[in-house]
């Protein structure tokens, strides 16, 4: 006799995983999930790997958290993932102070953040559509491309080259 159940707000194809209490700011902890988006999820797991940012290896955590949702909770497929959203948000603030000169203090704010990351099936067309890829390189419909022909030099250039040459000679 409890609460219905929520309705399902992401796609079939999607996942979440949210990271709460982050003890870095907002700002910074954007400038990490800013370069995962958009990316596949393996891609994305190698970047943070090798990332010199202090507060990767916690976006890390809640990548790999974000996978495993999408694959045991949605049967989704590991290797078709990418990282649709990263966002990125404000949460508590601490409040401490620094003691300053003539007994007066000075504020000091300690920030908290946390980050969702959405992961989404999406399966490259040849694969959807059920066909191996073209081998060779097709060229594009349009303008048929014109004939090469041989480029000649004028013979005015080659004149116009040998004029100096014999210029120095006479002086």
Request: net charge positive.
């Amino acid at each position: 006799m409890g609460k219905e159940a929520r309705a399902r707000v992401l796609k079939d194809t999607e996942a979440k995983a949210v990271g709460r209490m982050i003890r870095i700011s907002p700002r910074k902890l954007n400038l990490v999930a800013q370069s995962i988006r958009g990316k596949r999820a393996e891609a994305a797991l190698n970047e943070l790997t090798f990332s010199n940012k202090r507060i990767a290896g916690t976006v890390k955590k809640v990548l790999q958290s974000a996978i495993a949702n999408a694959e045991n909770n949605h049967d989704l497929d590991v290797d078709d993932l990418v990282v649709t959203q990263a966002s990125v948000g404000k949460n508590l603030v601490m409040k401490r102070f620094h003691a300053r000169a003539r007994g007066r203090g000075a504020g000091i704010q300690k920030p908290f953040s946390q980050i969702t990351i959405v992961v989404e099936e999406v399966r490259r067309k040849e694969e959807a559509e059920g066909k191996k890829p073209a081998k060779g390189k097709k060229k594009p419909a349009g303008k048929p491309a014109a004939k090469k022909t041989a480029a000649r030099k004028p013979a005015a250039a080659k004149s116009k080259k040998a004029a100096p040459e014999s210029a120095k000679e006479k002086a």
